[in-house]
């Protein structure tokens, strides 16, 4: 079993960088595993923000993330990152990983708590 642990979420202002961790730790080789990052806020279903593959080469982003956030991941400390850039009040939400050992799963297997972004205006 896999466990997935987000941090690095907070009350930042409009045009704040903010950096988000999600730390895995279980059995499974942390390589072995696509991460990916969603959100949620208040009222709103959940939407995807960006993933990467198990090797780190192939990213994707969704149109609201473009150009603001990147994804990175550190294999050896088994560890993905989400740079957030010029945060906007809309970015406000609880963000979550998610991990799975195929690349473009349909749903993914694994999941963290979360963790709380809030960008004031």
């Known amino acids: 079993q896999v466990q997935l642990v987000e941090s690095g979420g907070g009350l930042v202002q409009t045009g704040d960088s903010l950096t988000l961790s999600c730390a895995a730790s279980g059995p499974s080789s942390f390589s072995r595993l696509a991460v990916a990052w969603f959100r949620q806020a208040p009222g709103k279903e959940q939407e995807f923000v960006t993933k990467?593959?198990?090797?780190?080469?192939?990213?994707t982003y969704a149109e609201s993330g473009k150009e603001r956030f990147t994804v990175s991941r550190e294999n050896a400390k088994n560890t993905v990152y989400l740079r957030m850039n010029s945060l906007k009040p809309e970015d406000t939400a609880v963000y979550y990983c998610?991990?799975?050992?195929?690349?473009?799963?349909?749903?993914?297997?694994?999941w963290g708590r979360g963790t709380q972004v809030t960008v004031s205006s």
């Open positions: 990467t593959t198990r090797s780190g080469l192939t990213t």
């Open positions: 998610a991990a799975d050992p195929n690349d473009y799963p349909t749903v993914y297997y694994y």
